[in-house]
């Protein structure tokens, strides 16, 4: 599989970001969060001037073999390719966001279950018409999840050389949460039941069954262990594209804006690959999908948001990268007491 070079960013400029910030016409720590992220696109950007240019988000779509089961989604899975259409018409939830922030937005068919016949606007990376039922046999094979991490990685480099340098993903599958909630459950030794929620939408009495099939999943690939072959057998082709594009995008020194509980999924795996990943990425909010808090609880996660949102399609990070560009804003055009005059006592 392919390999990522990671730099950890260099922390010996921590100390003058936190300086500066301190040193703002504020009381110390007042502005929170947005403090925290101002300081650490500092570091990944080495200055004390950050700047966030061609903000992008993209969003993967596939279908699930395991949604053919009919039972862990409430939607049918021909909703996949009927939302491809529908973000690039521009009808979409993540189309409102986007646009509303001027984020340039990229989307791509990792796998959808339908032919598009070149459709406008839609960039084809399309490994197959949706992965195999995991049910019965790995969800794809090793060479197909080895194309996946090359070709998200060929999709962040896109992007970069757009000039970007923020990177939010967003994903549109039916039936993705069943294949977040397997990674999660493998790859952190957790219940499955621990992991699974509604996914967009099943009533409780749904829920148990959801979690019935899934625990027989997890039964069938009970020797499974390297993050490798875990990703081969419950991953998805947009989840396994996702993780090479995060750690591409960490590897250009890009920030990387994390969405909701697939979204996370998928950088699971990523840093179980890479740890480094992690010093590059800004979390966007919690999903109501439950398993979300305890996946953002491994990472230690304070997203900026926590609007109960469940959609996906990456809205979590279109919504939150305002808050970004705040945090970018006051560390750049917040006067500090250096400048001002006022007083600096409370402050030292
Ligand atoms: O981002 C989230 O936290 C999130 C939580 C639940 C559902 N979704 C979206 O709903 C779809 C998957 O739900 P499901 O029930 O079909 O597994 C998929 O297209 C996701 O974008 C997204
Ligand atoms: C309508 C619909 C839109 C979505 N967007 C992301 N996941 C989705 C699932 C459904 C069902």
Known sequence: MKTFNIQSPD?????????????????????????DIAIKIGVIQQTLSPKLSKPTIAVFAA???????????????????????????????????????????????????????????????????????????PAMTKAQCETCIEKGAAIATSIYSEGSNIIGFGEMGIGN?????????KLLGMPIEDCVGMGAGLNSEGVVKKKQVLRAVIEKHSSVSST???????????????AGAMLQAAELKMGLLIDGFIITSAL????????????YCVFAHTSGEPGHQKLLDYFKAKPLLNL??????????????P??????????????????????????
């Open 308 to 321: 109960g949102l469940r959609l996906g399609e990456g809205t979590g990070a279109a919504i939150a990268f």
């Open 268 to 279: 699971l795996v990523a840093s179980k690959l890479n740890p480094q990943v992690i010093d």
């Open 11 to 35: 922390q010996a400029i921590l100390e003058q970001l936190v300086h500066k910030v301190n040193n703002k016409t504020k009381p110390k720590g007042s502005l929170g969060i947005l403090e």
């Open 177 to 185: 949460t069943s294949s977040a909630s397997l990674l999660m459950s």
């Open 323 to 348: 808050l970004v560009q705040s945090a970018v804003n006051l560390i750049n055009e917040l006067a500090s007491f250096d400048s001002a005059s006022v007083s600096n006592k409370g402050n030292e």
């Open 63 to 137: 279908d699930h073999g395991i949604a053919e089961e009919g039972v862990v989604n409430p939607n049918p899975q021909e909703v996949t390719w009927q939302m491809v259409y529908n973000f690039l018409s521009g009808g979409a939830g993540i189309n409102v966001f986007t646009k509303q922030h001027n984020i340039a937005l990229k989307v791509i068919d990792s796998g959808v279950k339908y032919d598009f016949k070149n459709l406008l606007g839609l960039i084809d990376e399309k490994i197959d018409l949706g992965t195999k039922n995991y049910l019965h046999q």
């Open 228 to 242: 490798e072959d875990i990703l081969q057998t419950f991953g998805g082709f947009e989840i396994a594209m996702i």
